[in-house]
């Protein structure tokens, strides 16, 4: 029978010493609610002797009544005083959590220079500081601070720190690769002597500063340990800790151990993206498992070869971790990138068809050019249809206008665009937060008397690239607009070597793609159906 895996979530404690993740206490319940759906064992909330925010999140998450155990940070004792009188064991007693973690010394470098105290009173201290919580009626674990490098100098002590805090009755020994510096082989050596010379149940908690958390953690399991700590997205101190988002479906799909229910582990991926979202930290496409591109193909040989079966470019079925296929369209596509993109869209394309090439052969043109559609799906979507139905255009350009000044040390932008819908001429002025906004602006108001649903949507991203950086000012640029609103946020591209070109261009096409969703909203009225070419043909 597969072993179970006890999983410990530290991103609210360890997570947050990554650079840049700062989370309110706010922030911090939102995310226990959502570690707690995903199933995770032990929710370490954070330090309650290092801050108030973190004493704040130990009051106010007991109200949540979450499944997971919730379980406060300290440090062993400080030297040379009693147990009892700890500022930090005393807090984490007072937060009422049932569960405690402390962090002690286990290599006897760091207890002559970073506690400046003996390696008796080191012993001392861990002793003292698990048979406190124990009195206190807590579950305790022992974070073995450096376990491996403290092995590697003098193995007997850092066995001796870890039967300290045995002989004072805590429930885990957590053996941690803190500086991340250990290789999986050493890892497997180091746990596997543990597990021979100790009684109490094995953790494992491992730093990325070698790229090689998730590898040690799993090597870890392999030699006998039932708990991983590690964080979501592997957010943590300088290069990171151990992922749980790679850690948990390599654990459980390639290991066969049991860490989630398998509908569980079906929100892995929308965990992951809500908390990146919380903590601002944009998460890398090609994040495995999870990541927007780890099941996205771009190649046309691995479209077409994964059309006729999956498996032959997935490693797994995206579901299982709540993920998804993608399809990408760019100059390195073939065919069946296209016909699975257009199939995505509703339309009826076949191989061989010869508007296919063409639109291939215009993509290729294009993104030599300079545009970019992987990041653009709403031009892609534009192009798709305008090639494969007959969707006829909603408005016309007939020209448009900027003038901008400085004026009483103001810069006022003001935006005139004249259209033509229907074969009614509209022109329109506006003045905007600077040129782009205020094109923006003008082309709303010129079409929002035939659409006033336009009004519920607003441009959410806006990114400027130049595209051949040797032609200094005279570069060409790619500007990329997202947008958001009625329940959906897309992306258009424009280049040109004129940046209010450029934008006007992405504007467009975001509009144009605003339309087309606003009928899918309307439910198409009739007229706006036939002016798009939603009919296939
Ligand atoms: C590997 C890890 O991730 S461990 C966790 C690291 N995380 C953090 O440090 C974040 C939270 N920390 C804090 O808020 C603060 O550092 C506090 C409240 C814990 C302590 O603050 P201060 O009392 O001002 O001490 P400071 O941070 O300057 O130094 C740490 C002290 O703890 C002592 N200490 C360090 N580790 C241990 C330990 N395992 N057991 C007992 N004492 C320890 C050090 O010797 C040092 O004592 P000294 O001042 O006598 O030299
Ligand atoms: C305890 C801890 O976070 C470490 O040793 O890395």
């Not at 007997?156 to 053996?175: H, I, M, P, S, T």
């Not at 990541?291 to 079966?309: E, P, Q, T, Y």
């Not at 350009?397 to 001429?425: C, L, P, R, T, Y």
């Amino acid at each position: 029978m597969s072993a179970n895996i006890s999983i410990f979530d530290t991103t609210l404690r360890d997570g947050t010493q990554g650079e840049g993740i700062s989370l309110s206490a706010d922030d911090k319940l939102k995310i226990a609610l959502k570690l707690d759906a995903l199933g995770v064992h032990y929710i370490e909330g954070g330090n309650p002797g290092s801050n108030s925010k973190d004493i704040e999140f130990f009051q106010r998450v007991k109200s949540l009544g979450l499944n997971a155990r919730i379980t406060a940070f300290g440090s062993t004792r400080r030297k040379n005083s009693l147990a009892e009188q700890d500022a930090s064991l005393l807090r984490i007693v007072e937060s009422g959590v049932p569960a405690a973690t402390l962090v002690g010394k286990a290599w006897d470098f760091h207890v002559h220079t970073a506690l400046q105290t003996s390696l008796e009173e080191n012993l001392a201290m861990i002793f003292d500081s698990f048979a406190f919580l124990k009195r206190n009626g807590m579950e305790a674990m022992y974070d073995a601070e450096h376990f491996f490098d403290g092995y590697k100098h003098n193995p007997e002590y850092a066995l001796a720190a870890l039967r300290k805090a045995q002989d004072a009755g805590a429930d885990w020994l957590v053996l941690c690769d803190t500086n991340g510096g250990t290789l999986p082989s050493e890892i497997h050596e180091i746990v596997s002597r543990v597990r021979s010379e100790l009684t109490a149940s094995i953790g494992i908690h491992t730093h990325n500063d070698c790229e090689l958390a998730v590898a040690n953690t799993l090597s870890a399991v392999q030699a006998g340990a039932r708990q991983v700590q590690g964080t979501i997205n592997g957010y943590g101190e300088r290069c990171g800790n151990a992922n749980l988002c790679s850690i948990i479906p390599n654990l459980q799909i390639k290991m066969g151990y049991n860490c989630l229910p398998d509908e569980k582990l079906r929100t892995l991926t929308s965990t992951a993206r809500y908390v990146s979202e919380i903590a601002n930290v944009h998460m890398p496409v090609g994040q495995a498992y999870v990541g927007n591109a780890a099941f996205a193909h771009k190649g046309g040989i691995h479209v077409s070869a994964i059309m006729k079966d999956s498996k032959t470019y997935e490693h797994i079925q995206p579901e299982l971790v709540g993920n998804k296929q993608r399809i990408l369209v760019s100059e390195l596509a073939g065919q069946s990138n296209i016909i699975s993109k257009a199939h995505e869209l509703g339309l009826d394309v076949n191989s061989n068809n010869e508007k296919t090439k063409q639109i291939i052969d215009q993509i290729k043109e294009l993104e030599h050019q300079g545009y970019q559609f992987e990041g653009a799906d709403a031009s892609l979507e534009l192009l798709l249809r305008e090639a494969f139905t007959d969707m006829k255009e909603i408005f016309t350009v007939e020209s448009f206008k900027m003038h901008m000044e400085k004026s009483n040390g103001v810069m006022i932008s003001e935006a005139i665009v004249k259209i033509n819908v229907d074969g009614q001429q509209v022109y329109t002025a506006a003045e905007g937060n600077g040129p782009v906004n205020a094109l923006d602006n003008a082309l709303r108001k010129a079409l929002v008397q035939f659409y006033p649903k336009i009004e519920q949507i607003h441009l959410s991203d806006y990114k400027v690239r130049v595209i051949d950086e040797k032609d200094a000012t005279a570069a060409k640029v790619r500007v990329l607009v997202e947008s958001t609103g009625l329940d959906n946020t897309w992306s258009t591209v424009g280049v040109s070597s004129n940046v209010i070109e450029a934008s006007w261009e992405a504007l467009l096409g975001s509009i144009r793609y605003a339309l087309l969703s606003m009928d899918k909203v309307n439910n198409g009225s009739p007229d706006i159906t036939e002016r798009l070419g939603l009919i296939n043909h």
